[in-house]
């Protein structure tokens, strides 16, 4: 029973991994990679459920044939190229980070932050 679903037990750990990954480093290219991976993990799941069994290509021939469903591949096609492009954005991001804090440990930059906002409340009064 458990063997026959394999691929979703699969797109369940590497969404557990990613998701640990995101929650307990505080690197932020760490973060980036454990999304990277989450977001993989969910692609996997989706593209699992698309199949159907004894399902042949969308290629009707006559009305009892039961076909895959193209509509999740495609999706998960947008899904890929929007994902490459937001992970795109984040690693330019934590770049800027690094050029403006010279760390991309979130702990660091927090404490940064914290000492700055300080040094500005002191200067006001």
């Known amino acids: 029973m458990i063997a026959d679903f394999y691929n979703y037990w ?3 750990i590497l969404m557990m991994i990613g998701f640990y990954i ?3 480093d505080a690197n932020l290219i ?6 990277t991976i989450f977001q993989t993990s969910v692609f996997i799941l989706f593209i ?4 159907v069994e004894g399902g042949t ?3 009707l021939i006559d009305e009892v044939t039961l ?3 193209p509509l999740p591949h495609v999706l998960i096609l947008t899904a890929i190229v ?11 991001i934590i770049a800027r980070i690094y050029r403006e804090y010279g760390t991309v440990d979130e702990n660091i930059i927090h404490a940064k932050d914290e000492e700055e906002y300080e ?6 009064s």
């Open 22 to 24: 995101v929650i307990s």
């Open 82 to 92: 929007v994902g490459v492009a937001t992970t795109a954005l984040g690693l330019a």
């Open 48 to 51: 699992s459920m698309s199949k």
């Open 57 to 59: 290509a969308p290629i």
């Open 30 to 35: 760490k973060k980036m990679i454990g999304i």
């Open 10 to 12: 699969v797109a369940i």
């Open 67 to 69: 076909y895959s469903n």
């Open 119 to 124: 040094d500005s409340d002191e200067d006001l």
